[in-house]
C-alpha cells in the first residue's frame, strides 16, 4: 500500500512539475467544457424541455461527467491506455514490481489537461448546481460512483486487447462511453436505451448519478453501486486473465 | 507547385490511406455512433417543438447532422498540434528541401488522407439518415452539397495550417487545437443550425470562416437549395489559403532550427 501511494504522490509530482504548463492545459479543457455547458444552454433555450430533461438537470449531468471524466482520464489516466500497453508489450517494467500490477499502472499517471476537467465540474456544481449539505454529499458520492465505473470500462475494454491483439476497441469504447453519457439518456428508445444501462453504462456514469442529485433515490443509488461492482470486479478479473497471454514487446517503459 | 504535382500528392495520400484500411477502424464506428446520438438528439427536440427547430424538420436536422460530422470526423482533429510541433522541433526543414510549397504539399498530403474517410462517412451517413428519419429532403440540394463537402474539407485545412503557423513565432501551437475545433462546433454549426442561434451569435458566426467548414455542405444537405453558399465558400477557401500561404512564406523566412 505505502508503494502505491508513492506511486501516486510521485505521479502528481510529475504532472505539477510544470506549473504554467500545467495551469495552461487546465484552462484550456475548462474553455472546452465551457462550450458545451453554451451549447446545452442555448439547445434548451431553443426547445424548453426534452422528455423530462431542462438545463438545471443538465447543468448537474456535466458536472458529474466532468468530474468524473477528469479522475478516471486524468488522475488515473493510464486506465484509458491498458489496451495500448497490452498490445504495445509495454508492462514489462510494472510486473516485475511488488505491488498489484493494475493498480500500480492506474496511478503510475496523471494527465494534467484532464484535471481541468475535474476543477471544472466542481465549479459548475458549487456555481449552477445549488449546492445543500446534503446535494453535495450526494454529489460527491454519485461522482466517485461514476468515476469508478468508467475508470473499470476502460480497464475491462482495454484488457480485452489481452484477447484479441488490437487496442482500437478500448479506444472506441473511451469515446463511446464520454459521448453517449454528455446526453440525456432518455432521448434514446429501446434497445439503445437498454444498451446505455447494460454493455455500454452511460446512463450510470452521468444520467443517473445526476438524478440522484436531484432528487435522490435509495433504490436508483443502490442500481448504480450494484452496476458499479459488478463491472469493478469484471474489469479485475479480465486484466488479470489477460496478463496471462501478455506478451513482451521488449520495451522497457515507465508504463 | 504544379497542378499536377498537387493531384498527384492527394491521390498518393489517398491510396495509402485506403491501402491501410486501419484508420477507417475507429473513424467510422465514431462517426455513426455520433450522428446517431445527435441526430436523435434534434429529432426529439424536433418532435417536442410542434415537428421543426429553426425552419429544419426532424428529417432535415438529421441530414445536416450527418453532412457537419462527416466534414468534422474525416479530420485528423490534433493536427493543429502537430503542425506546431513539426514547426517547433524544426522537422519542417527537411520539406524546405523540396521544389515545392510546403503548404501546398502537406494542404494536398491531409486532403488526401481526408477524403476516402469523407466518402465512406457520407455513404455510412445517408444510409443511416435514410433509415432512421428518411431520404434525402431535396436531392436536387444534396447533388450541390457534394463539391460543397470538398471544399469543406479544403478550407478547413488551410485555417488549421494558418492557426499552426504561429508556431513560427512562438514555437508552440500547444492546445488551441481544441480551441479551434470548439469554434467549429459552434461557429462552424457543427452540433446546432446557425438559424438556431441567438441573433449577436448567428452575426458573429456569418463573418468568420468557420461556417464554410460545416454549416454550408450541411444546410445544402437538409435541402436549401443554395447556390451562393457555394461562392461564399470558395471566397473562403481563397482568402484562407493566402493567409496559410502569407504565413507560412512569413514564418519559413524565420524558422530556427536547434540541433539535428
Known amino acids: 500500500m505505502r508503494g502505491l501511494l508513492a506511486t501516486a504522490r510521485n505521479a502528481f509530482a510529475e504532472a505539477a512539475a510544470n506549473r504554467a504548463a500545467l495551469g495552461a492545459q487546465m484552462t484550456v479543457m475548462a474553455v472546452n467544457d465551457v462550450v458545451w455547458v453554451v451549447f446545452w444552454v442555448l439547445f434548451f433555450g431553443r426547445v424548453g424541455t426534452v422528455r423530462g430533461w431542462d438545463v438545471h438537470l443538465m447543468v448537474l449531468l456535466l458536472a458529474v461527467l466532468t468530474c468524473a471524466g477528469g479522475i478516471a482520464l486524468g488522475v488515473v489516466a493510464n486506465a484509458r491506455r491498458v489496451g495500448h500497453m497490452a498490445v504495445a508489450g509495454e508492462l514489462d517494467s510494472v510486473l516485475v514490481l511488488p505491488v498489484a500490477p493494475l493498480a500500480f499502472v492506474l496511478l503510475r499517471r496523471v494527465e494534467p489537461v484532464n484535471l481541468g476537467d475535474l476543477a471544472f465540474g466542481i465549479v459548475l456544481f458549487a456555481a449552477a448546481g445549488s449546492p445543500t449539505p446534503a446535494r453535495t454529499a450526494v454529489f460527491v458520492g454519485a461522482v466517485l460512483a461514476s468515476s469508478l465505473l468508467l475508470s473499470a470500462f476502460l480497464v475491462l475494454t482495454g484488457s480485452l486487447s489481452f484477447f484479441v491483439g488490437r487496442s482500437e476497441g478500448g479506444e472506441l469504447g473511451m469515446h463511446a462511453m464520454v459521448l453517449l453519457g454528455a446526453y440525456p439518456v432518455d432521448v434514446f428508445a429501446g434497445v439503445a436505451k437498454l444498451v446505455l444501462y447494460t454493455v455500454v453504462p452511460a446512463a450510470f456514469v452521468a444520467a443517473v448519478p445526476a438524478r440522484l442529485v436531484d432528487a435522490f433515490d435509495p433504490a436508483r443509488a443502490l442500481a448504480l453501486a450494484v452496476v458499479t461492482a459488478a463491472f469493478g470486479v469484471a474489469a479485475s478479473l479480465t486484466f488479470s486473465l489477460g496478463l496471462r497471454r501478455y506478451t513482451s514487446g521488449s520495451v522497457w517503459t515507465r508504463a | ?260
Request: one cysteine or more; a positive charge; charged letters at 15%.
Open chain 2, 1 to 260: 507547385m504544379s497542378r499536377r504535382a498537387f493531384a498527384v500528392t492527394v491521390a498518393t495520400a489517398a491510396r495509402r490511406v485506403l491501402a491501410d484500411g486501419g484508420g477507417f477502424v475507429v473513424v467510422l464506428p465514431f462517426y455513426v455512433m455520433v450522428v446517431a446520438v445527435l441526430s436523435g438528439l434534434w429529432r426529439v427536440a424536433a418532435a417536442s417543438n410542434g415537428g421543426s427547430v429553426a425552419g429544419y424538420s426532424a428529417v432535415a436536422l438529421t441530414w445536416y447532422i450527418a453532412s457537419t460530422e462527416a466534414c468534422t470526423v474525416s479530420l485528423d482533429i490534433r493536427m493543429i498540434d502537430e503542425i506546431g510541433r513539426d514547426i517547433a522541433s524544426g522537422a519542417v526543414a527537411v520539406e524546405l528541401l523540396r521544389p515545392a510549397s510546403v503548404l501546398l504539399v502537406r494542404v494536398g498530403t491531409e486532403l488526401g488522407r481526408a477524403l476516402p474517410r469523407l466518402a465512406s462517412c457520407l455513404l455510412a451517413g445517408a444510409v443511416l439518415s435514410t433509415v432512421s428519419a428518411g431520404g434525402p429532403p431535396r436531392p436536387a440540394a444534396l447533388l450541390l452539397a457534394l463539391p460543397s463537402f470538398v471544399l469543406a474539407i479544403a478550407c478547413n485545412l488551410v485555417t488549421q495550417h494558418a492557426f499552426a503557423a504561429a508556431a513560427f513565432w512562438i514555437r508552440d501551437a500547444g492546445s488551441s487545437w481544441f480551441l479551434y475545433q470548439k469554434l467549429v462546433f459552434l461557429a462552424g454549426g457543427m452540433l446546432i443550425p446557425l438559424e438556431a442561434l441567438p441573433a449577436w451569435l448567428r452575426t458573429t458566426a456569418s463573418l468568420l470562416p468557420f461556417r464554410a467548414m460545416a454549416y454550408t455542405p450541411a444546410r445544402l444537405a437538409a435541402g436549401h437549395l443554395e447556390p451562393a453558399l457555394l461562392l461564399e465558400q470558395a471566397g473562403w477557401l481563397a482568402v484562407m489559403t493566402v493567409v496559410a500561404a502569407a504565413a507560412f512564406r512569413a514564418g519559413e523566412r524565420r524558422l530556427q532550427v536547434v540541433g539535428g
